[in-house]
């Protein structure tokens, strides 16, 4: 599966931003689909994963109640929709598929990895 993230940018403390995710793929729609940023200087952490169909969803803490992940498996896009954006949640966003049969948090469940977008919320 290659994965192409698009919509990263520069944004003010407050603000909102969309991230869009397409997947080129031979199988279909990947089971999981999922969104990993990696802050300045630190690991690459969880942000949210969606299965296919949506009906399954897994945000992280961080994130919860501010990010919203929706995809149209007819289309094979991921979005990830960031509201009330804080500094804190700028970095480098990866969109992530795998065919876990769980919506996972983890790293190691993914295989499949896009190029990165980078998101930076000024103060």
């Known amino acids: 599966v290659q994965l192409v993230e698009s919509g990263g940018g520069l944004v003010q403390a407050g603000g909102s931003l969309s991230l869009s995710c397409v997947a080129s793929?031979?199988?279909?729609?990947?089971?999981?689909m999922a969104w990993f940023r990696q802050p300045p200087g630190k690991e690459r952490e969880f942000v949210g994963a969606?299965?296919?169909?949506?009906?399954?969803?897994k945000y992280s803490p961080s994130v919860k109640g501010r990010f919203t992940i929706t995809r149209d498996d007819s289309k094979s896009v991921l979005h990830l929709q960031m509201n009330s954006l804080k500094p804190d949640d700028s970095g480098v966003y990866y969109c992530a598929a795998g065919d876990s049969s769980i919506v996972t948090a983890a790293l190691q469940d993914y295989d499949s990895w896009g190029q990165g977008t980078q998101v930076t919320v000024s103060s």
């Open positions: 793929t031979t199988t279909g729609s990947p089971y999981v």
């Open positions: 969606v299965s296919r169909g949506g009906f399954s969803q």
